[in-house]
């Protein structure tokens, strides 16, 4: 029986659409939609479980994104042929989903839940990542699952001053902005992207253009839910008492907004306020702590996130006593690892990072192999965030996606900064060492200096801030506030980071977790970030002005020759055996890329006499003698019809005796011996030999000819030849 395919077609008004189907596959799932856009194929499926486990407190959530090789008509890479953990790639699109989607379930629902989307056929034309979030939330809007307010997410591209949504690859080469804008109908609660130094005004006209097309997607989605009639499912909403919710708040509150209106550091703060929660413990009998500890201590949280917020909205006083503009003090120096390539430390409050600078060569680029998009990075930063930088031990379980996503947002600020010319691969690792506010965007600020440190010629230096909200929809009132702590962070309505240099923004990341963030917050927000960005590329300024002229001496350099595509076999040798033999006796990496009709070599080394010897000995290997040229060769060889002479170490010719000068020569030897030096003239190939020809004599004065005398000729000799014509 042929299934009843139900379906929404999406028109982005340039001719392209997007379409919505579900009804067709996977079935058992709560929910599941195929959204197509070209021949781009995408497959989400929507999971919940029907109760919530015992003991849960938060949402479950998982957001998964594949990429199936076969989508592209593509192998995967490795020895099983199969596709295996997520690439950083996918990581970042799951990222882009979850948080979007994590924020507008209920506050009380708790079930597990999972929603995969997978590539299943591949366009290049469309980037499937875009897509991800708008099959995310169909997969729920066709389920019974309790969101209540549907999503989409799209990519905005701006080229010759026109927004796009959902740019080509081809269309966003050219863009000057590559953003990424989740939205609920009412509300924008997801931005990220990288800019060309774009204006914070451009950045919010983007965010509303996206913002347009959004609700249309969203619409379709509706349509779609309507058309099948479908109803939420009841669940079992979180535990709550009013009595025990009122001896907390009425025994912490007070003490709790006391502690915060005295600045005070993390460490400090933390154990007061763990202190009123022990006294709040005491008023509750043992059989109530046995019962009721999960929500005292919710209760608990409740009652101190409303003091601290309050705090900060009635007397305009954070937590460390900065007012609302103020950023933390900031002290940084480079130079600090004595024999890394480049490296500085940052450290911005109670957050510190240290970065390292490693140069190489075209063979230690990033390689991106992924159904929807093969390529390679030159330039790449990879964050590591162990549990010390929060006072923790836990256990180090590989590269989280947190980090991922961090480092991600670190690099795309940096990226468009690296000179286009740079010869090197450039991998830049920033170490958290200390955690209390934003350590990506003290990773742009620790990145900025290792790089100026190493030698880098940046285009211009970078600085990240993050920027916070806190509100209240019942009173109106809110504040933005630059710098935010990590406490902040996790008790306010905005996590904001912006980068940028002097003259534009270069990256940003923004998630929203309240409903309906007015536009005006949005621009307060930039304008804020503006100072702060300025403020602290002043400090980092103090630090290094410019990059340093040179890379440090234990830094290899690098420099690049191009060579005809013919002779790349002749520099490599058979079997790389000329190659691997240069690189040994100069201790050198050599590196060759064919390019069209042409060589790149790269020629990598801390010894300059070495990189001197390797360079030498290409140009040798690459000579080729022009014809009419004059060249000052030496003698290597003598021989009885000649002498054999050398242009240059390994390139000989033979130069004829005939050749040695006008008059006749019988013994080449009285002429020239081994090691004497002498110019010659290249006469190109000899088309009797077929070998290169050589003349000493072409560079002579040629003699006068000699006339002979009329009397020598036989007489009667003129007479016979005048016969013979008659």
Known sequence: MIPKVTKEIIDLGDGRSISIETGKLAKQADGSVVVRMGDCMLLATAVS???????????????????????????????????????????????????????????DYHAETQVMIQLMSHDENVMPDALAGLAASAALAVSDIPFY????????????????????????????????????KDSVCMVEGEMREISEQDMIDAIKFAHEAIKVQIEAQEKMRAALGLTFR?????????????????????????????????????????????????????????????????????????????????????????????????WSEVDYLPSVHGSSLFTRGETQALATVTLGTSRDANIIDLPSEQGEERFYLHYNFPPFSTGEAKPLRGTSRREVGHGNLAQRALKNMIPADCPYTIRLVSEVLESNGSSSMATVCA???????????????????????????????????????????????MDFKVTGTRDGITA?????????????????????????????????????????????????????????????????????????????????????????????????????????????????????????????VKVVKMLDFGAVVEFVPGKETLLHVSEFDWKRIENPSDVLKIGDELEVKYMGIDPKTRKPKVSRKALMPRPPRENKPEGNKPEGAQGAKTEEKK
């Not at 990222?95 to 989607?101: F, W």
């Not at 799209?154 to 010759?160: A, I, L, P, Q």
């Not at 009998?285 to 917020?309: C, G, H, N, P, W």
């Open 234 to 330: 009841e669940y079992e909403p979180e535990p709550t008492d009013a009595e025990v919710e009122k001896i907390v708040y009425d025994a912490a509150y007070a003490k709790l907004y006391e502690i915060a209106s005295h600045a005070s550091g993390k460490s400090e703060r933390g154990e007061k306020f763990a202190e009123v929660k022990e006294e709040v413990l005491t008023l509750f009998s043992e059989e109530d702590l046995v019962e009721k500890a999960e929500l005292i201590s919710t209760y608990f949280k409740k009652t101190q996130k409303e003091a601290v917020r309050n705090l900060i909205l009635d007397q305009n006083i954070r937590l460390d006593g900065r007012k609302t503009t103020e950023i933390r003090p900031i």
């Open 508 to 632: 940003c990341q923004m998630d929203i977790k309240i409903d309906g963030l007015a536009y005006d917050i949005m621009e307060q927000a930039l304008k804020q970030a503006l100072d702060g960005r300025l403020h602290i590329l002043g400090l980092l300024e103090e630090t290094i002005a410019v990059p340093n002229e040179t890379v440090k001496p234990k830094a290899p350099k690098i420099i690049t020759v191009t060579i005809p595509k013919d002779f790349i076999g002749a520099v490599i040798g058979p079997g790389g055996k000329n190659i691997q033999a240069l690189q040994a006796e100069t201790g050198t990496t050599i590196v060759i890329n064919e390019e069209g009709d042409f060589g790149l070599i790269e020629v990598l080394g801390t010894d300059q006499a070495g990189m001197d010897r390797a360079l030498a000995s290409i140009s040798n290997t690459i000579f080729s003698p022009v014809e009419g040229d004059v060249y000052k």
């Open 447 to 493: 990145g900025t200096l290792a790089l100026m440190d190493a030698g880098i010629q940046l285009v211009k230096p970078v600085s990240g801030i993050a920027m916070g909200l806190i509100s209240d929809a019942k009173t109106g009132r809110w504040a933005v506030l630059s710098d935010i702590l990590g406490d902040e962070d996790h008790l306010g309505d």
């Open 49 to 107: 479980a029907r109760t919530a486990n015992p003991g849960v407190d938060f949402l479950p959530l998982t957001v998964d994104y594949r990429e199936k090789f076969a989508a592209a008509g593509r192998f995967p890479g490795g020895f099983f042929k199969r596709e295996a953990r997520p690439s950083d790639q996918e990581v970042l699109t799951m990222r882009l989903v979850d948080r979007c989607l994590r924020p507008l379930f209920p506050d």
């Open 149 to 184: 307010n549907s999503i989409s997410e799209v990519r905005v591209g701006r080229v010759d001053g026109q927004f796009i949504i959902n740019p080509s690859r081809e269309q966003l080469d050219a863009s000057d902005l590559d953003m990424m804008i989740g939205a609920s």
